[in-house]
T-cell receptor
């Protein structure tokens, strides 16, 4: 099992450009999450999904959109990147009925917006 | 929404000493409290968790305590080793499957050999 994977690992964008980050999990988890990690601020939830076709806003959703068309994939989109979106982005997944509550994280995507 | 405060932000201990990290939460509905360890350049990984119906949980050198009345919980690491050096995050969560998760800001633990 690959667990949780993220594509790409690194990306540099110019202000105003758009991009999509892809997260995939092979653990049949119901829930998926996108976090951003900035120095001194911990992990902040951007958006999350409790099942295929559903999404919900987290703590810092502005400037991001998400989609969960398939249970195993969760996409994070930046329509018009800003320097304030320079961060490390982590995807995570969790929960199957009867399973544990542990969140399994992907390896992260380091995004720089110039 | 939920607010989780974590202290200290940095902690240095001598190898073999104990380390304690403390967190407080604001929402009494939170009922699941995991702790994650993140080594430099790596992804966070769960090290221990506790549910609100339990006051203490131990796993070898790691223990977590929970005081629901005071809304605070703590991570205790005994006999620290250099490989314990990492950033530790507490979190509070609620909901079916505990999907609503709020993380603390992290504690950078340095174990000095």
């Amino acid at each position: 099992n690959a667990g949780v994977t993220q594509t790409p690992k690194f990306r540099v964008l110019k202000t105003g450009q758009s991009m999509t980050l892809l997260c995939a999990q092979d653990m049949n988890h119901e829930y998926m999450y996108w976090y951003r990690q900035d120095p001194g601020m911990g992990l902040r939830l951007i958006h999350y999904s409790v099942g295929e076709g559903t999404t919900a806003k987290g703590e810092v959703p502005d400037g991001y959109n998400v989609s969960r068309l398939k249970k195993q994939n969760f996409l994070l989109g930046l329509e018009s990147a800003a320097p304030s979106q320079t961060s490390v982005y982590f995807c995570a997944s969790s929960w199957t009925s009867g399973g544990s509550n542990e969140q399994f994280f992907g390896p992260g995507t380091r995004l720089t917006v110039l | 929404g939920e607010n989780v405060e974590q202290h200290p932000s940095t902690l240095s201990v001598q190898e073999g000493d104990s380390a304690v990290i403390k967190c407080t939460y604001s929402d009494s509905a939170s009922n699941y409290f995991p702790w994650y360890k993140q080594e430099l350049g790596k992804r966070p990984q769960l090290i221990i968790d506790i549910r609100s119906n339990v006051g203490e949980k131990k796993d070898q050198r790691i223990a977590v305590t929970l005081n629901k009345t005071a809304k605070h919980f703590s991570l205790h690491i005994t006999e620290t080793q250099p490989e314990d050096s990492a950033v530790y995050f507490c979190a509070a969560s609620m909901g079916r499957g505990y999907q609503k998760v709020t993380f603390g800001t992290g504690t950078k633990l340095q174990v000095i050999p």
